[in-house]
């Protein structure tokens, strides 16, 4: 692990690639973006972060960050603390899923450490002293849980974890006690919301112990028809028992929605077409996009290319765009700070650049 923690040169790094998750591989890729388990985990000499004092919160970080650095987790593992970088970038960090909403927006002492190739991060005293979470490429559970599987083992041998012999692990909030495990998937489903079946299918995922959540967790809104599906509950469930169901459920989700883009096509092929060929060609022509827009058009384009309609342009560039035209990385691009209507006219411009259309 680096040390001192990485600061601007990690981040700039950060910037020039991205995410091994968002490369358009992986079973079930045309449908489920990525593949994420995270799990929950509380040192047991140290009370819920929301009882801790600043010197308590400092010493959790400090124990943590070091035994991090013992584990050898991954040989590229980098900490930032993030008290030390600046609110763009822990803007930054969130829109690469390496930490969460909250931990972007909470104070006091609090880190994360990740992998270069951003499949794996531990999040330090955000709602629980760790957050250790794997993510994957397409539908990947099981795999992302052999390895989140083994994290966790070498972890709980140089942290003495909060367990119940009943209860399982303790966590800050009732909900994640028992197996502390959430796992989720990212799904992209423009037909079924172009159909309006895309409540109905929600509505059946609820009564099977799933929720559906926008992009970047709980109360967050499904920009680009990219939607989470995770579990409900932990507790009373063994990890191997979440995973058959979400096993079970998320095939069903994408078979829906590849019946929904054929019935789109056999029923009205034209306005198809018109639909998604509009949004490309906005895509290469638009000199202000904000943020929902961009998302939309290339949710329209991304659909478009899994039917074999645009062939000129991969997922993995637009899986890429998803990301990479939100508000902190356009302004990590430009190396500064900027108003909504700035960044809506870079947006404009980079978009137009990754695909090469006529400036």
């Known amino acids: 692990m680096n040390y001192p923690p990485a600061k601007i040169k990690k981040m700039r790094e950060l910037y020039s690639k991205t995410g091994e998750w968002l490369r358009g591989t992986g079973p ?21 972060l929301h009882r801790a004092t600043e010197g308590q919160r400092k010493e959790v970080e400090r124990l943590v960050r070091e035994k991090l650095k013992e ?4 040989k590229d593992l980098h900490y930032v603390k993030l008290s030390e970088v600046s609110s ?16 972007a927006g909470g104070d006091g002492e609090r880190g994360v450490a990740f992998g270069k190739s951003e499949t794996i991060s531990v999040m330090v005293n955000e709602e629980d002293h760790l957050r250790i979470q794997v993510i994957r490429s397409g539908f990947e559970l099981r795999d992302a849980w052999k390895t989140i599987d083994e994290i966790d083992n070498t972890l709980e ?8 012999p009943r209860f399982g692990y303790l966590t800050a909030c009732p909900t994640n006690v028992g197996t502390g495990m959430r796992a989720s998937v990212m799904m992209h489903l423009p037909a079924l919301g172009l159909a309006h ?19 970047y967790g709980e109360g967050t809104q499904a920009l680009g ?72 058009l290339l949710s329209q384009v991304r659909m478009g290319v899994n039917l074999g309609l645009i062939n000129d342009i991969s997922v993995e560039t637009l899986n890429e765009l998803f990301i990479l035209t939100l508000p902190a990385h356009l302004q990590k691009l430009e190396g500064k700070e900027m108003e909504a209507s700035e960044r809506n006219v870079i947006r404009a411009s980079y978009v137009r650049k990754r695909l090469g259309a006529f400036q």
């Open 225 to 296: 028809d990219l939607f989470q599906i995770s579990n409900q509950f932990t507790l009373g469930k063994s990890e191997v028992e979440i995973l058959e169901i979400m096993e079970g459920v998320v095939p069903r989700i994408a078979g829906y929605e590849r019946m929904a883009r054929k019935a789109l096509i056999t029923e009205n092929k034209e306005q198809l077409e018109d639909r998604v060929w509009r949004s490309y060609g906005m895509l290469k022509v638009a000199r202000m996009l904000s943020s929902e827009e961009a998302m939309h």
């Open 71 to 74: 584990a050898t987790l991954t």
């Open 28 to 48: 079930e890729s045309d449908i489920v973006i990525s593949t994420r388990i995270r799990l929950a985990r509380n040192l047991a000499n140290f009370p819920f």
């Open 88 to 103: 763009v970038d822990r803007l930054f960090l969130m829109e690469r899923r390496l930490i969460s909403r909250e931990h």
């Open 157 to 164: 041998e140089k942290l003495h974890y909060a367990f119940s």
């Open 197 to 215: 079946h895309i409540e109905k299918v929600f509505n059946a995922v609820g009564k099977l112990g799933l929720v559906v959540r926008g992009i």
